[in-house]
């Protein structure tokens, strides 16, 4: 352990003790492992958002941004399946099989992987998954099986706002508690909010005792399609006109409410850390799981219309399920009072980046080598100085391909077709390809992605292939 991290955790500790000599019991637990609040958007765009300029009124996540850490280069997997799995694991995706590189209702991760929420478990934390699974959409490939106390959602990969319906066939009915299904009235946006909030508030009013430390991972629907909110939030967006044609008009309105209704949700959690005196001790995590997507048709059960006009991620180039900027590059930022100054952060982090990161700072050692691929990153996230720099590029897989991103390059290598370099320091946007003048940099950076290939699952694991899809 670094001394400065090693030192910070000893006066914390000296603190705690300090706290039950003076007889404040409710500071006797180890303050140095925070509550976590980690809270997953489902395809926004870059340019949805207020911080970046965007159209959508996110005034919430604006005072978290600007009060704590802009993670200005935080990268995904280009769709859901995999960023979940890399968050989950702390490793590439393509680890654990082809099926977990694309949108899958498979069991993603083996039996008995060790998850970032069955690591907290073991240090006394409580667990809880609220939303969005898309892990695997049996119940038994559920949240629970993998270390989660509580889990609340949905099991697939998305699902109606109001029906909560998925699409036809199998795991059309997938709202459940727990695994075990369930039928609910009302928005799903609102039910997850409301029931991530009275765990939060829950947590808060123990009575008594030390304090338990939490882990509560918000995976929101919002802003996937089908994209719709309630009207109190498309009401914010009276007298905008956001194109001329009123099919498109309406599209990017119920898109602009989702995003401002996401926007409310994440309000009202900090507003419940601040009622119940947890403010302090938490955490606030912030990200997409992959870019947005700019025009798509809904095939899900229910009765929200098409998205002719959708995200933005201008002036990021690409989109959903690409390997450009637009893709990867998402909107993400870290808040914790007193512990993260105001800032942004320049690193490259990588959504693997967060299981070695929060075991570092939470005192978790894997009893075996859990094989991370991403690094912990918290000394670059709290902006210590000579800390930005990566010790190896991220490398995102893709069914067209593969990127390696460093601090300064990123190579695109496809299945098929030439490699392409860019430089996204001086060309953050991705408009001229550097391949043939930089052979030295393809040349490292294709051995990286070589090498970073041949350590993936290539076929499905056996006891999977007769699995539903």
């Known amino acids: 352990m670094p001394l400065d991290r090693l030192l910070a955790r000893r006066w914390l500790g000296a603190m705690a003790v300090a706290a039950v000599i ?11 492992r925070p509550n976590i609040l980690f809270i997953v958007a489902d395809d926004l765009g870059w340019g949805d958002v207020g911080w970046h300029g965007g159209f959508g009124k996110t005034p919430h996540m604006d005072r978290l941004v600007n009060e704590g850490v802009e993670l200005d280069r ?14 989950m694991t702390g490793r590439s995706p393509g680890r654990f099989g082809p099926h977990a590189i694309a949108p899958s209702n498979l069991r993603a991760l083996p039996p008995g992987t060790v998850t970032l929420a069955s690591a907290l478990k073991s240090l006394g934390y409580d667990t809880a998954q609220i939303g969005k699974w898309h892990l695997g959409s049996r119940p038994e490939w559920g949240p629970n099986a993998y270390g989660f106390d509580h ?30 299904r369930l039928d609910e009235q009302g928005n799903a946006t609102e039910l997850i909010t409301a029931e991530a ?6 947590a808060g009013d123990a009575d008594g005792g030390e304090r338990t430390p939490w882990f509560l991972c918000v995976a929101f629907h919002a802003v996937h399609t089908p994209v719709d909110a309630p009207d109190e939030f498309k009401r914010l967006y009276d007298g905008m006109r956001f194109d001329d044609e009123p099919a498109r008009h309406d599209s990017r309105l119920r898109l602009a409410a989702m995003i401002s209704q996401l926007d409310d949700s994440i309000g009202r959690f900090v507003r419940a850390l601040d009622e119940t005196g947890q403010r302090q001790q938490t955490l606030i995590v912030f990200t997409s799981d992959n870019g947005g997507i700019e025009s798509l048709e809904n095939h899900y059960v229910g009765g929200v219309g098409d998205s ?27 808040n914790w009072p007193g512990a993260l100054a105001p800032g942004k952060c320049p690193a490259v982090v990588h959504v693997a980046d967060w299981f070695p990161t929060l075991a570092a700072l939470t ?11 991403g690094l912990d990153r918290w000394d670059a996230i709290r902006g210590l100085p000579g800390a930005a720099a990566r010790a190896k590029p991220v490398c995102i897989v893709h069914s067209t391909g593969r990127a390696v991103i460093g601090d300064r390059w990123k190579l695109i290598a496809r299945t098929k077709g ?8 001086a060309d953050p946007f991705e408009t001229t390809d550097r391949a043939a003048e930089e052979p030295e940099v393809v040349a490292s950076y294709a051995a990286i ?19 539903a899809l």
């Open 449 to 467: 992605a070589a090498a970073d290939a041949a350590l993936d699952l290539p076929d499905l694991p056996a006891d999977l292939r007769d699995a």
């Open 418 to 425: 030439s490699p392409q370099l860019y430089d996204l320091i």
């Open 363 to 373: 005192g978790y050692t894997p009893a075996t080598d859990l094989a991370w691929d």
């Open 197 to 202: 909030g009275q765990r939060i508030r829950a």
């Open 308 to 334: 002719p006009l959708n995200s933005e991620n201008a002036p990021l180039r690409g989109q959903k399920n690409t390997l450009w900027e637009g893709g990867t590059r998402v909107c993400a930022f870290a």
């Open 74 to 87: 935080h990268y995904a997997q280009p769709v859901c399946t995999p960023t979940r799995t890399a968050l």
């Open 151 to 180: 889990s609340y959602g949905t099991l697939t990969g998305a699902a109606d706002p109001w029906t909560h319906k998925y699409r036809r066939g199998p795991y059309e009915d997938t709202w459940h508690r727990d695994g075990v």
């Open 22 to 32: 003076a007889g404040d019991t409710t500071l006797a637990a180890d303050p140095s």
